[in-house]
């Protein structure tokens, strides 16, 4: 399940209480708001059950890439591949006995540049070095429905080549 609150410190009792009600294990969220792992949102969290991997805006307030999941999962950061301009994300790990899935959940903000294509197929390129089952679940504010040329078609032939449809 995916998640943009635009701030999750005042929505966060909705969140959990949507994804309590769903039964979903793994939730995405972009738009965090949060700026450490310690305040009032994520002791919240952690009292429903769940755990938190946070990526901050540490440069202004906003933005964040996170994943909420059921304490006890296995769910590991992935090691940073890189910092990039036109994103922020966050990698993860999910295993299970017999599986293991690289998780990224991303928030493009700003103007629409060429360099955002760029970037994106540097980390899927990277991901998929490291695993050949990914999900990636996000707010990358692109227009796919405007993608007969230009930046959008770009990153539309992108998600294409690595088999994202």
């Not at 295993?95 to 970037?119: C, D, H």
């Not at 405007?146 to 994202?164: H, R």
């Amino acid at each position: 399940m995916l998640f943009n609150p635009r701030s999750l410190n005042n929505k966060i009792h909705d969140v959990i209480g949507l994804i309590g009600d769903k039964g979903v294990d793994v939730a995405s969220i972009c738009e965090t708001w949060l700026d450490d792992d310690t305040n009032a949102t994520t002791s919240i969290i952690r009292s429903h059950g769940y755990s938190i991997l946070h990526e901050f805006r540490s440069d202004k307030k906003g933005g964040g890439a996170a994943v909420l999941f059921k304490t006890g999962l296995n769910v590991v950061q992935c090691s940073s591949i890189k910092l990039f301009q036109s994103f922020e994300y966050i990698a993860v790990w999910l295993k299970t006995e017999t599986t293991k899935i690289i998780l990224v959940t991303l928030y493009r903000t700003g103007a629409l540049t060429s360099v955002f294509p760029s970037e994106l197929d540097s980390l899927l390129s990277e991901i998929s070095a490291k695993s050949d089952d990914f999900i990636i679940a996000g707010d990358l504010n692109v227009h796919f429905e405007n993608a007969a040329a230009g930046v959008e078609k770009q990153c539309l032939d992108i998600f294409t080549s690595y088999g994202i449809k």
